[in-house]
């Protein structure tokens, strides 16, 4: 695992610091979207669709901090749209660096190697690159070609400067296990800190939704694209809880969290989650206190729900069983190893 020493620690300490303190219901990744903006038009994705007047706006850095600080999660993801067509995005990072929030600011790859100069290496700051497979794949799924080779350029000029760089692969109906593999073998040459992979999931404004998994899909898929990694046959650095990868292949059967990793973008804190418009909140506290969480994950009986196994509702859930003492041993390994 590739989740590297100081972020674990931290975490881990945050973790144990709830529990202490009796909360059941905290975050653990603050999704924060400066901006719907993006410079491609993927078909499994939702957020281009707002409307223009939508589209324009940007968080202010100032957003960005009050929204971190209110919601209080060690770990801060800025998705978008693409966050490097933030003006102010430079400013955004630093100002949540300087917070000790560990940042992973997902981009698309396309405008990275010449932004590079506005940042600063840091344990703090990973950039999250977006591959989908190899080229071919790839350049298919973001429906433009020559953003594979311009990625890729992107992530050796970063390794360079000093730079984290993890990757994050959404996997869809249809998929080829052995491309995916392929695309693992290149990125592990590459010498990235750690790949991300998750199950697409059927975003309701998505203009394809002909190729989401459902969860028997998902499981099977998984174990055909893992069976290399957990024979030992591949040593790919995953950016991830190993509790995690088990429950994308079956081996462990997981609950949502969806209060893990809360988003907040230019329309406000959204609700329940992430991955659904069901409207927005003004406070992180309205969006604990007023949502009714038993009407959400699997067991709920949501429609929604039914077949989703993304990253960012069960990644949190997976933490929290990393501290059962049963899995501490595991969870241990893969941090240690890390940092030998």
């Known amino acids: 695992m590739a989740i590297h020493f100081q972020q674990a620690l931290a975490v881990g300490q945050y973790l144990v610091t709830q529990r202490l303190r009796g909360r059941k219901?905290?975050?653990?990744?603050?999704?924060?979207?400066?901006l719907f903006r993006c410079n491609l038009a993927c078909s499994g994705c939702g957020k281009i669709q707002h409307p223009s007047e939508v589209l324009k706006q940007n968080l202010s850095p100032a957003d960005c901090f009050r929204a971190a600080e209110e919601c209080g999660a060690p770990v801060v993801s800025i998705p978008g749209?693409?966050?490097?067509?933030?003006?102010?995005?430079?400013?955004?990072?630093?100002?949540?660096?300087?917070?000790?929030?560990?940042?992973?600011?997902?981009?698309?790859?396309?405008?990275?190697?010449k932004s590079l100069d506005k940042f600063q290496p840091s344990p703090y700051l990973t950039f999250s690159v977006h591959l989908d497979g190899?080229?071919?794949?790839?350049?298919?799924?973001?429906?433009?070609?020559?953003?594979?080779?311009?990625?890729?350029?992107?992530?050796?000029?970063?390794?360079?400067?000093?730079?984290?760089?993890?990757?994050?692969?959404?996997?869809?109906?249809?998929?080829?296990?052995?491309?995916?593999?392929?695309?693992?073998?290149?990125?592990?040459?590459?010498?990235?800190?750690?790949?991300?992979?998750?199950?697409?999931?059927?975003?309701?404004?998505?203009?394809?939704?002909?190729?989401?998994?459902r969860q028997e899909q998902t499981r099977a898929l998984f174990r055909q694209i893992l069976a290399p990694f957990r024979a030992g046959e591949k040593a790919w650095n995953f950016n991830h809880n190993p509790l995690f990868l088990d429950f994308l292949t079956g081996d462990k059967d997981y609950e949502c969290?969806?209060?893990?990793?809360?988003?907040?973008?230019?329309?406000?804190?959204?609700?329940?989650?992430?991955?659904?418009?069901?409207?927005?909140?003004?406070?992180?506290?309205?969006?604990?206190?007023?949502?009714?969480?038993?009407?959400?994950g699997r067991k709920s009986g949501n429609p929604k729900c039914a077949d989703c196994m993304v990253h960012c509702g069960y990644e949190p859930t997976a933490a929290l069983d990393a501290m059962q003492p049963q899995n501490i041993p595991r969870s241990l390994g893969a941090v240690l190893g890390t940092a030998r």
């Open 25 to 34: 219901k905290f975050p653990l990744v603050l999704m924060l979207e400066p």
């Open 81 to 113: 749209g693409e966050p490097l067509l933030h003006p102010q995005i430079d400013e955004i990072v630093a100002g949540l660096v300087a917070r000790r929030k560990f940042v992973y600011l997902c981009t698309n790859g396309l405008l990275l190697e």
């Open 134 to 213: 190899p080229r071919h794949l790839h350049d298919r799924c973001v429906d433009r070609e020559g953003v594979f080779d311009k990625a890729v350029s992107a992530i050796k000029a970063a390794k360079a400067k000093g730079f984290r760089i993890t990757t994050n692969t959404t996997v869809f109906e249809g998929t080829d296990p052995g491309e995916v593999q392929a695309l693992f073998d290149l990125l592990t040459e590459l010498g990235i800190d750690g790949m991300m992979v998750s199950p697409g999931y059927s975003y309701e404004w998505a203009p394809d939704q002909d190729h989401f998994l």
């Open 257 to 296: 969290t969806p209060w893990g990793s809360p988003s907040y973008s230019v329309l406000g804190w959204q609700k329940p989650c992430y991955l659904l418009n069901e409207g927005y909140y003004e406070s992180f506290q309205e969006l604990l206190d007023d949502t009714d969480w038993e009407n959400y």
